[in-house]
């Protein structure tokens, strides 16, 4: 997971200075959430919890057709960065467009699913909230959860083989959950 958090660090830094926001948009259809199980659904979860953590704004639809769409983030009127681990063969695919005709496609993708997005709010953790009702997670449990795990790190747990993996990302979305109020 090192590699992501540099990843979102250097994208963060790279392009969401400015008045420009760095956004992400994903879909994740109805039908895909109730065939997965809990397990992917928490993952999912984290991973979108570290990117609004590192000041991405995550929007979600649930409209299949957007699902042939790689994952991109949008930096308006400048960028978009593909990234892809889905339909390609290499471990991971990233590339990044500023042509105005990709530009404006992207952008007016990113206008529809921000219009009818699944996770609605003003800060993260309303929209977080949001996430984790549309993916059927006990929103209670996993603050709790994350917060007893975030209080002991996830290093003794879980030991990556490769040198280039680390869950320093990992029990910083911990903390960072487990500090939001569990009830309301």
Known sequence: MAWKLAYLREQAGRFG??????????????????????????????????????????????????????????????????????RTEALWQVDAVAGRAQLRSYLEISHDVRGQSVVEGADPETRLRALAAYLCLDWPWLVRRCGELGETGVAGVVRPRSRLLGVEAVDDVLHFLGKLPGDR
């Open 17 to 86: 200075g400015g008045t420009a926001s760095l956004s992400r948009a994903f879909c994740i259809p109805e039908e895909v959430v109730t065939r997965s199980p809990r397990y992917e659904r928490v993952l999912l979860f984290l991973a979108v919890t570290l990117m609004e953590l590192h000041g991405i704004r995550v929007w979600v639809t649930a409209r299949p057709e957007y699902s042939a769409v790689d994952g991109f983030a949008l930096v308006p009127g400048r960028r978009a960065v593909l990234a892809n681990w889905v």
